[in-house]
Structure formats: structure tokens, C-alpha cells
């Protein structure tokens, strides 16, 4: 089992960035998939990033070119930078991390909103 404790978002005007952390409790090496979500009001959640632990990373179309994930496994920490900033960008933004066996956990979220 791991605890993801994210950090980061917060409010900022279009055009701008912001970077979002998610901290786990142990080794994030081992951890096969890490992504963000993200879940806008009335939305289903849907996925925006992924990263896995062969090194490759993927994204969802209306993100791509402008957020990068990235994991640093010293310090057991996943990130989402976000350049850019779209109205549409504006979600609760959650951070999973999915092992081989098929056990999945996630993050608390934390809210970012693009707005002028």
C-alpha cells in the first residue's frame, strides 16, 4: 500500500503555469503507472498524464505539448508541469498510482483554476 499526498495548484490567469507535486510514502521505483486525473464539476474523471516506470510517459491530446510529466524516484515524487494554462484546464486534479498486480491508489487532489 502507498499514501500519494499531493501538492501544488491554486488559482492563475491564462497563459500561465503551475506544477503540480504527488508525494508518496514509500519507493515509487517499483510503482508500474503513475498518472494525473483530473475531474471538472459535473465531469467524469479523466486521465491527462501517465508515467511508467520503463521511463516512457503519455498524454492526452488537449494537453500535449504543454504539460510534461515526470517522476523523480529519489524523492519518491511524480509531477505535473502545466504551461499554458487554458480555461478548459480548470479540474480537480488527482494523482494515482497503479502497481502490476492491479491495486490502484490515489491522491486527495487539489483544485486548479484558469481564470482571468
Known amino acids: 500500500q502507498v499514501q500519494l499526498v499531493q501538492s501544488g495548484g491554486g488559482m492563475v490567469q491564462p497563459g500561465g503555469s503551475l506544477t503540480l507535486s504527488c508525494a508518496a510514502s514509500r519507493n515509487i521505483s517499483s510503482i508500474y503507472v503513475m498518472s494525473w486525473y483530473r475531474q471538472a464539476p459535473g465531469m467524469q474523471r479523466g486521465l491527462v498524464a501517465q508515467s511508467f516506470n520503463g521511463g516512457g510517459s503519455s498524454y492526452v491530446d488537449s494537453v500535449k505539448g504543454r504539460f510534461t510529466i515526470s517522476r523523480d524516484n529519489a524523492k519518491n515524487t511524480l509531477y505535473l508541469q502545466m504551461f499554458s494554462l487554458k480555461p478548459e484546464d480548470t479540474a480537480r486534479y488527482f494523482c494515482?498510482?497503479?502497481?502490476?498486480?492491479?491495486?490502484?491508489?490515489w491522491g486527495q487532489g487539489t483544485q486548479v483554476t484558469v481564470s482571468s
Open positions: 494515482a498510482a497503479d502497481y502490476l498486480q492491479g491495486s490502484r491508489f
